[in-house]
């Protein structure tokens, strides 16, 4: 622990072949009891959720809250802009009524929905983030090609540079290498 | 050319959409292979044909331009729109523009909700299309309120007159629809587009190109941590833009459907108009994709039995609309309104009979065609039909504006509706700018959702690797031969 404090470690980074070896690897890190690694691919791959210990995302609730919000506030809106504020006689119609309102409600439940499912989104992946030391190590550029790789970070309670690298290689990874945060001054 | 390839039915419903026995990406493409056909074109210099095509739309961009130049200085008077055809063209082109954009969220997000895998090789670019018809489609309601600098009067903010705008009126809904639509889509192709932005990212050579799509791709490592938010948030766009693009096109139609005009007031126009413009969007789609697929060598992504499948989309869309068409006819019958019949009446026979029978034979007849299974999987014929259908669903939009106008209650004042040149100029203007649009984006941007594609190929799906007697066994597996020729 207190070696791994005082190193420039950042993470140790296996590749593996494919989207299968991938998959089988992810469970067995999380059956060793890993809990601060993550699997990269290129694409998304059916079951990786289930094989890193992941439960469903919380975004649907962020999503919620938007639509609420929308639907509250265009309702809000065109009653107090068209009823109360400057009520504006129209043939005799209403200041204000629900039926003629609803299809601002509508949109304005949509526009706040998008965007708390993009923004929280964002939020909830802690992006963007433009530095990670993972794009230090030459390999990972295939990531969003053809490469797929498990890393663990040394943020992690049990980590240990030489024993990752030792279950990385016997989960069946092709490629094992140490990731170093550059930024961090040598002690 | 024939190429061997593995049949997607065979490795489960992760893979292939399991109703078709034609792979969704023919050629045995590895990663590697989708990554440099489809990042390489970014990268490159493009084709020769896409030079003069740009120089041609930077043309119609540069006229579009002046036009509205001209409009600003003169005022609304350039144009063919009088008493008693208030709304001409321009309204015209706007509802022709928001509905060539209504294709593009169709395949993008409810294609996406009923798992029709086939989309990947399209969707990128549909949706760019719709943003860039959204862009034609809202400069023309801009221009045409006339004094253009009191656009913002539209809009809920404070003004020097301390009103609010009038919450009562369609043309309102539709400052909200429209624009939230384009937002929205905008949003959808940008999350879209994060992914392949990291490809870009890591596929740079330059310091310049690393620094723009870094910036694009805001850090995307591929975390499965992350694609666990964004594919939620994803289905989650889907589910939004779905409800969204049904009601944008159903307020666009409220727009004449409020109105007491004869011709216009009628409650079929929501769903009418919302089939029309999935069907001219698709056409616009087919349009662009059988070029762009040609010139840029995607046969393998953008396959026969893709466009197979749009034709089909086509000829459902395009006999709804036809019989939208004939239960007006109907409907006014049925009224025993006489005004009401006169005005359809005079719609089939009456000064732009040529503009409804040519709207009638590209949008009813053309596509019919698209039964025969050859006609649908014939390039040539199905990009001609496409242009039928671009042309007859703008003269759809113009019928509907024109002739309902152009002969109201009052005989006195009926008069024949003609453009100006300043119209037809301004109309081809728009091509400019939607073309320019379009083109910079197969220049410099994936035109094909190279995540998405990858993983719909057989061996995206993890179990396609376990092995059995020592080797990878792909269970079931059948080789079918690729019958496009292409």
């Known amino acids: 622990m207190a070696a791994a404090a005082h190193s420039r470690v950042y993470a140790v980074l296996g590749e593996f072949e494919h989207a299968g070896a991938l998959l089988k690897a992810a469970a067995g890190l999380r059956d060793a009891g890993y809990k601060k690694f993550d699997a990269h691919s290129p694409f998304p791959i059916h079951g990786m959720d289930k094989a890193m210990g992941l439960g469903q995302s919380i975004l649907g609730f962020f999503v919620f809250g938007g639509a609420i919000t929308g639907c509250f506030l265009g309702y809000l809106m065109q009653w107090w802009m068209g009823a109360v504020d400057y009520p504006l006689n129209i043939s005799g119609k209403p200041f204000f009524a629900l039926e003629p309102s609803i299809p601002i409600m509508f949109e304005l439940t949509i526009l706040f929905s998008a965007l708390a499912a993009v923004f929280g989104m964002f939020a909830l992946n802690k992006l963007p983030r433009p530095y990670n030391p993972l794009f230090y190590s030459k390999r990972f550029t295939k990531v969003s090609d053809d490469g797929f790789f498990l890393s663990i970070e040394q943020s992690d309670r049990q980590f240990d540079a030489i024993q990752c690298e030792k279950l990385l290689r016997d989960l069946g990874a092709v490629h094992v290498e140490v990731v170093e945060d550059l930024e961090i001054e040598e002690l | ?486």
């Open chain 2, 1 to 486: 050319m024939s190429t061997e390839s593995h049949s997607t039915q065979s490795v489960g419903s992760y893979s292939g959409d399991g109703h078709t026995s034609e792979p969704l990406v023919a050629g045995s493409l590895s990663f590697h292979d989708v990554t440099r056909l489809v990042a390489g074109h970014a990268e490159k210099k493009p084709p020769f044909a896409w030079y003069p095509a740009f120089g041609l739309a930077v043309l119609g961009l540069g006229i579009f331009g002046a036009m509205i130049a001209y409009l600003i200085w003169n005022g609304v008077g350039v144009w063919g729109n009088n008493n008693p055809v208030g709304w001409g063209f321009p309204i015209v082109n706007f509802v022709f523009w928001v509905g060539i954009g209504h294709a593009g969220t169709l395949i993008s997000a409810i294609l996406f909700l009923f798992r029709q895998r086939w989309r990947t090789a399209i969707n990128r670019s549909a949706e760019a299309m719709t943003l860039f018809a959204v862009v034609c489609a809202l400069s023309f309601p801009t221009i045409h309120v006339g004094r253009i600098w009191f656009i913002y009067w539209t809009l809920p903010i404070p003004n020097q007159m301390l009103m609010w705008p009038q919450f009562k009126s369609p043309l309102l809904w539709d400052v909200f629809a429209v624009s939230i639509y384009g937002t929205v889509s905008l949003l959808f192709w940008y999350v879209g587009l994060i992914p392949d932005w990291a490809t870009m990212r890591d596929r740079a050579r330059t310091r310049l190109r690393q620094k723009v799509f870094a910036a694009l791709a805001m850090g995307w490592t591929g975390a499965n941590r992350h694609w666990r938010h964004y594919e939620r948030a994803y289905l989650i766009l889907a589910g939004l833009a779905t409800p969204l693009v049904l009601s944008v096109h159903s307020v666009v139609s409220f727009d004449f459907a409020v109105s007491i005009i004869p011709g216009w007031h009628t409650t079929i126009f929501p769903p009418y108009f919302v089939a029309g413009a999935i069907f001219s969007g698709f056409a616009m789609v087919m349009t662009l994709m059988v070029i762009a697929r040609s010139v840029y060598k995607l046969q393998n992504l953008i396959t026969v039995g893709h466009l197979e499948k749009m034709n089909i989309i086509m000829l459902v869309t395009g006999s709804m609309v036809g019989f939208a068409y004939t239960t007006e006819f109907f409907m006014a019958w049925y009224s025993q309104v006489e005004v009401e019949q006169f005005a359809f009446i005079n719609r089939a026979t009456g000064p732009y009979a040529w503009a409804y029978w040519t709207m009638f034979s590209c949008n009813v007849f053309a596509p019919q065609l698209f039964w025969i299974k050859k006609i649908r999987r014939s390039i040539p014929v199905m990009f001609v039909i496409s242009i039928l259908v671009n042309i007859g669903m703008w003269f759809e939009r113009f019928v509907i504006v024109t002739t309902s106008l152009h002969r109201d209650y009052l005989p006195s004042s009926w008069d024949y509706f003609s453009p100006t040149w300043v119209d037809i100029l301004t109309l081809i203007g728009s091509f400019g700018l939607f073309f320019t649009l379009f083109l910079l984006f197969i220049r410099f941007v994936p035109m094909v959702a190279i995540a998405e594609i990858k993983a719909v190929l057989p061996q995206a799906n993890p179990h396609y690797y376990e092995t059995h007697n020592g080797g990878p066994v792909r269970e079931k597996e059948t080789v079918t031969k690729n019958t496009e020729a292409s």
